[in-house]
T-cell receptor, first 113, second 114 residues
Framework: DAGVIQSPRHEVTEMGQEVTLRCKPI?????LFWYRQTMMRGLELLIY????????DSGMPEDRFSAKMPNASFSTLKIQPSEPRDSAVYFC???????????FGEGSRLTVL | AQSVAQPEDQVNVAEGNPLTVKCTYS??????LFWYVQYPNRGLQFLLK????DNLVKGSYGFEAEFNKSQTSFHLKKPSALVSDSALYFC????????????WGAGTKLIIKP
């Protein structure tokens, strides 16, 4: 299995631009998570899906952030408009079963200038 | 409320010595406990988990962790450290009696010196 695949690995953009991060979970996994990692805040859960349905988006910072999962093999996290404080590494992770461990992608490092 | 504490920001160990990375937790019900490792510029990788059963759990790369219910701890251990073990280590807990998601510790940077 190829694991969780994220793209792009690196993104540099200017404040006000739209950013779209992509994730392909492991086939057969029915939970998908989006995390953000910064030095200041550590690892933060933004949103998670179960069977393509958003279950908890209470971690989404504000309305500038949105996430979709149109099918079982694809999810996007969009930031519009982006701000410098959004600079972070964004991770996608997937799992199956309530007791199952999370499998993380390699992350998308976002820099907003 | 659920919480996880990793009391040490950094742990320094000489190569070949045993290592311990500490984790304590608080949940209202029975815990699921996890350890993950993160190498520079990489995603988190699963090391081991405790769900139920034997209190000593063995995982990847020679790591093990001991679940101690009375002390609400789940310390990560390895008998002989390698330089390649240098990384960031995260403890996480989930209350198995709720639908809450994983609660993550702040991470402990492990530095193994040759």
């Amino acid at each position: 299995d190829a694991g969780v695949i994220q793209s792009p690995r690196h993104e540099v953009t200017e404040m006000g631009q739209e950013v779209t991060l992509r994730c392909k979970p492991i086939s057969g996994h029915d939970y998908l998570f989006w995390y953000r990692q910064t030095m200041m805040r550590g690892l933060e859960l933004l949103i998670y899906f179960n069977n393509n349905v958003p279950i908890d988006d209470s971690g989404m910072p504000e309305d500038r952030f949105s996430a979709k999962m149109p099918n079982a093999s694809f999810s996007t996290l969009k930031i519009q408009p982006s701000e410098p404080r959004d600079s972070a590494v964004y991770f996608c992770a997937s799992r199956t079963l309530n007791t199952g461990e999370l499998f993380f992608g390699e992350g998308s490092r976002l820099t907003v200038l | 409320a659920q919480s996880v504490a990793q009391p040490e920001d950094q742990v320094n160990v000489a190569e070949g010595n045993p290592l311990t990375v500490k984790c304590t937790y608080s949940v209202s019900g029975n815990p699921y406990l996890f350890w993950y490792v993160q190498y520079p510029n990489r995603g988190l990788q699963f090391l081991l988990k405790y769900i139920t059963g034997d209190n000593l759990v063995k995982g990847s790369y020679g790591f093990e962790a001991e679940f101690n219910k009375s002390q609400t701890s789940f310390h990560l251990k390895k008998p002989s450290a390698l330089v390649s073990d240098s990384a960031l280590y995260f403890c996480a807990v989930r209350d198995m009696d709720s639908n809450y998601q994983l609660i993550w510790g702040a991470g402990t940077k492990l530095i193994i010196k040759p």
